[in-house]
């Protein structure tokens, strides 16, 4: 039987959204599904069949978004604004 989680509608691209995939010097990198960050700030994740879903994004104090991403088990915190730092901006 299919998982309930992946049971969603194919992500639809904004205008001039661009999508990269995390960086694999991170520890988002998995073999089977694949985390990318867009230029205006979406989280998605992406199972090898090719079905992707958004990631739910919630506020922390301060007004900063984060997401909730599992790996291996282990759920963690990612700010949202610092996916997108990495993944589109020049390191100085």
């Avoid at 992946?6 to 205008?15: G, K």
């Avoid at 661009?18 to 985390?35: A, C, P, Q």
Wanted: net charge positive; hydrophobic share 35%.
């Amino acid at each position: 039987a299919e998982s309930t989680k992946w049971r969603c509608e194919m992500v639809v691209d904004l205008d001039n959204e661009v999508w990269k995939m995390i960086s694999d010097n991170s520890d988002l990198i998995r073999k089977r599904n694949k985390v990318y960050v867009s230029n205006l700030g979406r989280v998605k994740i992406v199972h090898t069949s090719g079905r992707s879903k958004l990631c739910k994004q919630h506020e922390q104090c301060g007004g900063y978004l984060y997401v909730h991403i599992t790996f291996n088990g282990k759920r963690g915190l990612y700010r949202v604004h610092r996916l997108v730092a990495t993944s589109f901006c020049a390191k100085p």
